[in-house]
């Protein structure tokens, strides 16, 4: 089964970017689905953005306007660039494959403050 981990969450303040990345082990993100979600403390979470294996993209309505979602050509991740990042973006920022019940990644915290 695949694991997953998630990459370059950390403090950025608002209106900035950052660059999310989801990297597989023990298995491929070629050929299924990937999403990316997020988590603020005492709330639920919220689903982001999913790509297919065939390319097709949905965002959700959370920071739609705001992501990215793309496959890396040579490498064997999902990356999602975020921008104009706002204080209640903070949040735990989780990478997925195979829905809900499938496999997730340990999470990557995401601050945005001054």
């Known amino acids: 089964q695949v694991q997953l981990v998630e990459s370059g969450g950390g403090l950025v303040q608002p209106g900035g970017s950052l660059r999310l990345t989801c990297a597989a082990s023990?298995?491929?993100?070629?050929?299924?689905?990937v999403a990316w979600y997020r988590q603020a403390s005492g709330r639920e979470r919220e689903l982001l953005a999913i790509?297919?294996?065939?390319?097709?993209?949905t965002y959700g309505d959370a920071m739609k306007g705001r992501l990215t979602i793309s496959r890396a050509g040579a490498e064997d991740t999902v990356d999602l660039q975020m921008n104009s990042l706002k204080p209640e973006d903070s949040a735990v920022y989780y990478c997925?494959?195979?829905?809900?019940?499938?496999?997730w990644g340990q999470g990557t915290q995401v601050t945005v403050s001054l």
């Open positions: 997925n494959s195979g829905g809900r019940s499938g496999v």
């Open positions: 023990g298995d491929t993100l070629r050929f299924t689905t």
């Open positions: 790509i297919g294996s065939v390319g097709t993209i």
